[in-house]
């Protein structure tokens, strides 16, 4: 039985999450701040860590620094749950955030899709390969997400390029699926940060994008690209397909 560590300083939510997470068999262990949360952790050894960000004494930013600079707590995975809108949290840094193995925001996820989405991550296959899809559009990543998913991948998101250069670097896919035209940093941008990381550069990139002149194309690959699909052209399976095509070249 995978063991959650549910760290929430609102004793309503805390019993609510905490009842949903039993129900989907998992052993639950809470705290309701901080520096209790670390202490369990100590104590406790969780398989899972679902943390709050607005607490009193030490806050759940400050709790996720403490976690993932020690190297023996660094590589259980955490969550955020928090009222807070993503990009308004400004106490996490960028490398920080991408280290977050989920952030929810508690008015648009519900308590039985948290456990939902801690079992699916909890029983992923160790060595399935590994996708990061960089799309802005929340309907078409998490379309193709579980069109992945579905095949044995296991899959992370990112929003805009930068997101997605941080998560090349915390979640290290074997393919990355890209959009162009995006909001903070294009696909493009986050190509030439790409190739300038030692870490990072040969980690492929699929484009998957709305712009379909031979122009946008050539740019893609001179830049790195492995390959260059139009969103429009292509299905979610052959996209699948061109993934796989690439990843067994790479083999």
Known sequence: MSKILLVEDDPILLKMYGEKLKVAGFEVITASGGEEGLKKVTSEHPDFIILDLMMPKLDGAAALKELKGNPATAGIPVAILTVMPKD???SISKELMGQVAFFWQKDRIEPSSV???IKRFLSRNPN???ILIVEDDSFLS???AKKFEL???EVQVAVDGAEGVEKMKSFHPNLVLMDIMMPKMSGLEAMDKAKADPTLKDIPVLVLTNLST???AETAVKKGAVGFLVKSDVTPSQVLAKAKEILAKKS
């Open 151 to 153: 095949d044995g991948f």
């Open 128 to 130: 399935a390969p590994k």
């Open 142 to 144: 998490k379309m193709y």
């Open 115 to 117: 456990a939902v989405e």
């Open 88 to 90: 308004s949290v400004t």
């Open 214 to 216: 031979t122009d946008d």
